[in-house]
Structures are given as structure tokens and as C-alpha cells.
């Protein structure tokens, strides 16, 4: 069984990946994994997503509240909170701010995805030959209401692979880190082919 601090080595090495590849600059982004049935491992608020250490992280319940911890947590910790109430299946939620995802959802009302093979690493796709929907919600500095929208979207829309928060980034999630990870490797390489095939 993996403890925090098997959770908190994963989300490091994914900070320095991301940071490598532009997606985290500086503070941007924020990373969790599911510890059990109530509580979740989430970055501090303020941390280099690129120069994370064991201390960078805390315990938070799914209402958002720290536990055991005088550091804050991420300000929008709610979106994560929302995707772990939302299905048990999902182990843990990174959120990047590349380039790409940026520019594509203050465009674009959604993103449309077709007859990319890295397709095939979201769920329920097993073949190129799909089309997949990422929606973007319009930026809020009002999380808790940002998080209901998003939650009714999912429920609506349950086969949601991720989703897009215009001129912020994107969310996405999976069983656990090393799945939440490649799903994000997967949709920022195809938001990164979207964008230059838009450009003029």
C-alpha cells in the first residue's frame, strides 16, 4: 500500500517533468493523489512545481480543509476535492499551464480531439478513429462556484476524459499518479499539435 510519501515522490518526479516540458512555470499548477476514502495529498499553495520536496505537500480532507497543517493549500484545491467526490475511482488530478492549453481554451469553447493515437490513453478509446470533447469553463475566482459548474457538467457528461479552464489550463486526472501523468503527457502533446494546425 503506498503511503504519502510514495504519493508525494510520484507528484514530485511529475513537477519536474512538467516544468521540463514548459507545462508548470514557476508556482502554475497545483498536483494531488487520493490517500483514502475522505483525504488527499495536494500541494501547498506557493510552491516551484519544478522544485517540489516532501514538505511542499499536505493532507486536506474533501472539503478543502488542511489536516494537521499550518501551510495553506492550493487555492484551488475544490477543483480537486469536486473530481474525488465525484467518482472513487480517481486516484489523482494534476493541473498544468502550458503554453498550449492556455492559448487553445481562451480561443475555443472546447477542444475537439480526432484521430490522434495518443487518443487511446484516455478512458473508454481503443481506437484512433475517435473523436473526444474537452470542455472549457470560463475562469472564476470563485472556486466553490467554478467547482459546481464543473460537477454538473460531469455528471451530465460522465465519459469527461479532462477538462479546460480558459486562459488558466487543464485538469486531469486518472487511477493514480503514474496514469493521471501520462493522460496529461497524452492531451498536452495533442493540444500542442491543435495549436500549431490553428495557427494562421
Known amino acids: ?7 508525494a515522490e510520484a507528484l514530485i518526479a511529475a513537477g519536474r517533468l ?5 507545462w508548470v512555470p514557476a508556482t502554475g499548477g497545483n498536483f494531488s493523489a487520493r490517500l483514502d476514502a475522505t483525504r488527499m495529498l495536494i500541494t501547498a499553495s506557493g510552491c516551484h512545481k519544478g522544485e517540489l520536496a516532501r514538505e511542499d505537500f499536505l493532507v486536506a480532507g474533501f472539503d478543502g480543509v488542511p489536516i494537521g497543517s499550518a501551510r ?20 489523482a488530478v494534476l493541473h498544468t499551464h ?8 481562451r480561443r475555443l469553447p472546447a477542444i475537439e480531439l480526432a484521430g490522434y493515437e495518443l487518443l487511446k490513453l484516455l478512458p ?3 481506437t484512433h478513429e475517435a473523436r473526444v470533447s ?8 470563485d472556486i466553490p462556484r467554478l467547482a459546481t459548474r464543473v460537477d454538473a457538467h ?3 457528461h ?3 476524459p479532462a477538462y479546460l479552464i480558459a486562459g488558466h489550463g487543464l485538469y486531469a486526472w486518472g487511477a493514480d499518479v503514474a496514469q493521471a501523468r501520462w493522460r496529461v503527457e497524452a492531451i498536452e502533446f495533442m493540444l500542442d499539435c491543435e495549436l500549431h494546425s490553428h495557427r494562421p
Open 1 to 7: 500500500m503506498n503511503t504519502p510519501t510514495d504519493y
Open 18 to 22: 512538467f516544468h521540463q516540458r514548459g
Open 72 to 91: 495553506k493549500a492550493s487555492y484551488e484545491t475544490l477543483l480537486h476535492c469536486q473530481l474525488y467526490r465525484h467518482d472513487p475511482a480517481i486516484g
Open 98 to 105: 502550458s503554453i498550449a492549453n492556455t492559448v487553445l481554451s
Open 124 to 126: 473508454g478509446i481503443r
Open 134 to 141: 474537452i470542455p472549457v469553463f470560463a475562469n472564476d475566482q
Open 154 to 156: 460531469m455528471k451530465q
Open 158 to 160: 460522465p465519459e469527461t
